[in-house]
């Protein structure tokens, strides 16, 4: 059997590979952190309906000898004209094989391709969330030019009675060239797109893991670069 790594999208929940993949993601990520998986049936049945447009959501997976070794996620905003990177896993037996960086790669190509199906030259950028510590991080830093952004984000509680989850927002630059910073004003977009859009949270000023990002934006022109602490092992990213 060969030990060729293939990708492949994934575009019906009952796929066999789906749910080999959700047994991935559930290995890999915290119950803190995991979205339940009748979200991604939801996004799944929307997409075939036609109803996402002009936003657009992806699912690959990575196989190996028959098995399913990866899976990524990740969202065009079309409010925005940027991707999210939503998770991304991989097993932890095959850390280091470039499973990771390939699944990326495939997923910000569609999303690419979704800015420029919706009149925009280039996708503005690639947006991900994750744990501060985790070494992923920085990989992007160092090698994708990523800008970790300087202001305390918090993803939204996944269900009801759960907490907020602090963890660092960056951006990745498209085409080649660098970010120092952003304009607050783009950020809080951003924010306000990740909760409305991507979290399909109704109001987001109803939530106070919201409204405190907005106070710590409040006055600043431009969100720099994050410092980070030193990096501590994950076998997933959660971006």
Known sequence: MSDRVTIAAIVEPGDPDFVAALRLFNRVFPAAERIDRRY????????????????????FVARRAGQVVGFCSGTYMAVVNMGF???????PKLKGGQIGSRLRRRLVEAMRRDARRNGHAELGGVAGEVETHNPWLRHLVAHKG??????????????????????????????????????????????????????????????RAFRTMLAAL??????????????????????
């Open 85 to 91: 990177v939503g998770y991304l896993a991989v097993d």
């Open 146 to 207: 990523v800008l970790a952004l300087d202001f305390d984000y918090r993803q939204p509680p996944l269900r009801p009675g759960e907490p907020d989850v602090p963890l660092t927002l960056y951006v990745e630059p498209v085409g080649g060239h660098r970010l120092a910073s952003l304009p607050a004003w783009e950020v809080r977009a951003l924010v306000y797109a990740l909760y409305r859009r991507l979290y399909r949270v109704r109001f987001p000023l109803r939530v």
């Open 218 to 239: 409040e006055g600043r022109r431009r969100i720099g670069r994050r410092r980070l602490p030193v990096a501590r092992p994950q076998a997933g990213v959660r971006e």
């Open 40 to 59: 991604f049936d939801d996004v799944m049945r929307e997409k075939r309906l036609g109803l996402l447009f002009p936003f657009n959501t992806h699912f």
